[in-house]
């Protein structure tokens, strides 16, 4: 099956008359009842029921104009953004996120790339640390944005937010903000903590929180996603730790306690493959610019380049 078997097809579909339609391609009519013949015999079935009066489309035509007219309209696309993606201006980029990035620095990055390159199409993809690593080794992402990750040298990788811990208790805990002065007052509480299989690195730096305190946790629940383990807490299944800046995107009944005194942050980390052949990557990451900001110990981000 050839491109220009298609293009004859979908000629003929739209006119549903052959000399007509072998005006508008420029050839003859037997040329072009030879290419059609073709293309039924190839494909196994009549696409067209021809007489001497009238040519009309047998229902596997139909389906078959449907479905090619989205293959040769793709192909236009294609073509039309080819050159864009030549100069870098173009193309696409598939990105992975933990969840806090939507809450914290991921709307600023994609408002400069769009900014920047509005012909760029970004495609979002919400995903744990670790399954955006598997995801970048076989080529499914171009970009990943991990927290606290553990890599090796086949991957770039960029600094891209960095925050505080804080203690995650419920409201009516007897604990107040004002008695607290060390995590080993919580070395009897049971707590709820990311699943070491969702990032061994991120499980290991929450772990060492307690450990640098003196104590173990009890660890009642694993979750992974922030929202999850605030609720929990909430139903006083336990004590957490999370980001900080989980602190402005939950309405669950909790109390948060920065650990500013503590050595410990939550960094979100942008990695991606060196091999990654797309052209579009390198404009992307230029956009990404760390700037520490050493009082709140945040990181926000602009861009460059």
Aim: glycine share 6%.
């Amino acid at each position: 099956m050839e491109l220009r078997q298609l293009q004859y097809f979908i000629t003929l579909a739209n006119e549903l008359h052959f000399k007509r339609a072998a005006e508008k391609l420029f050839i003859v009519q037997p040329a072009l009842s030879k290419q059609i013949k073709n293309l039924e015999e190839e494909l196994g079935v009549q696409l067209f029921e021809r007489n001497r009066r009238k040519v009309l489309l047998t229902p596997a035509g139909h389906y078959f104009r449907q479905e090619t007219g989205k293959i040769l309209q793709q192909l236009e696309q294609i073509s039309n953004r080819v050159r864009l993606v030549k100069d870098g201006k173009g193309g696409e980029i598939r990105m992975g996120y933990v969840g806090s990035c939507i809450h914290t620095f991921l709307p600023q990055i994609i408002s400069q790339l769009h900014e920047r390159y509005p012909d760029i199409h970004l495609y979002l993809d919400e995903m744990t640390s670790h399954a955006q690593l598997r995801a970048i080794q076989r080529g499914a992402l171009d970009v990943a944005f991990c927290r606290n990750p553990e890599l090796t040298g086949r991957y770039g990788r960029q600094l891209v937010f960095r925050e505080t811990f804080s203690l995650i208790l419920p409201e009516d805990h007897v604990l107040q903000t004002e008695d607290f002065h060390s995590m080993q007052q919580l070395e009897d509480e049971i707590f709820i903590l990311p699943k070491q299989s969702d990032g061994d690195n991120y499980y290991k730096l929450q772990l060492s929180i307690c450990e640098d305190a003196g104590f173990t946790p009890v660890i009642a629940h694993e979750t992974v996603h922030g929202h999850t383990a605030l609720n929990l807490v909430d139903q006083r299944f336990g004590i957490s730790i999370l980001p900080t800046s989980f602190a402005g995107v939950t309405s669950a009944n909790v109390r948060f306690i920065e650990l500013t005194d503590i050595p410990q942050r939550s960094e979100i980390t942008a990695v991606w493959d060196k091999r990654n052949p797309n052209p579009t990557l390198p404009k992307f990451l230029r956009i990404i610019e760390v700037i520490d900001q050493p009082s709140s110990g945040s990181t926000t981000i602009s861009g460059n380049g």
